[in-house]
């Protein structure tokens, strides 16, 4: 049974079942220091275009609340952003700083991973306080996407450099 103590989420402790439509700010108290630089880093899981096409919104809905929950409880943080990429092929990670190479964070990810696909974990936060949609996911098939990923991750089969267009 998976026993690691969850890190805290921000978004995850609002009450979904009180909000309302309206327009929200909150100062977050996440990062404890200033942030002079940070860098994105482009967690495609799925080849944009490619048959496979994209993982289901129910997917990236529940990936979105496991890697939240499980990037924070290992970096702290130095993590200011997880969430979807609205085509739906994977997700951008925020992190403080600009000494992590995207080969750290593939074995970043690769822990991730594992600790989802352990015996016994469940999607955190997925409950009508925590959630606005909690329903709206697929561990299922979210669990395969995770094995799908980390089998390229084990097998040295992920790219490290975007492939720029070339000007004419």
Do not use: W
């Not at 909690?134 to 299922?140: A, N, S, V, W």
Request: glycine letters at 6%; charged letters at 20%.
């Amino acid at each position: 049974m998976y026993t690691k103590e969850k890190a805290k989420v921000n978004s995850f402790t609002v009450d979904h079942t009180k909000l309302k439509q309206g327009i929200y700010a909150k100062a977050s108290n996440t990062n404890s220091s200033a942030i002079e630089s940070y860098t994105t880093y482009d967690i495609r899981m799925i080849r944009p275009n490619s048959p496979e096409r994209m993982l289901s919104p129910e997917v990236m809905h529940t990936l979105e609340h496991c890697f939240a929950t499980e990037i924070r409880t290992i970096l702290g943080d130095e993590v200011i952003y997880v969430g979807p990429m609205g085509c739906c092929t994977g997700f951008y990670v925020v992190l403080a700083g600009t000494d992590r190479s995207p080969q750290a964070v593939a074995e970043l990810m690769k822990e991730v991973l594992e600790t989802i696909l352990t015996e016994g974990y469940e999607v955190p936060f997925q409950n009508p306080i925590s959630c606005g949609n909690y329903t709206f996911m697929d561990f299922t098939t979210s669990k395969q996407a995770c094995v799908n990923f980390l089998h390229l991750i084990n097998a040295g089969e992920l790219a490290f450099e975007y492939p720029y267009i070339e000007e004419n």
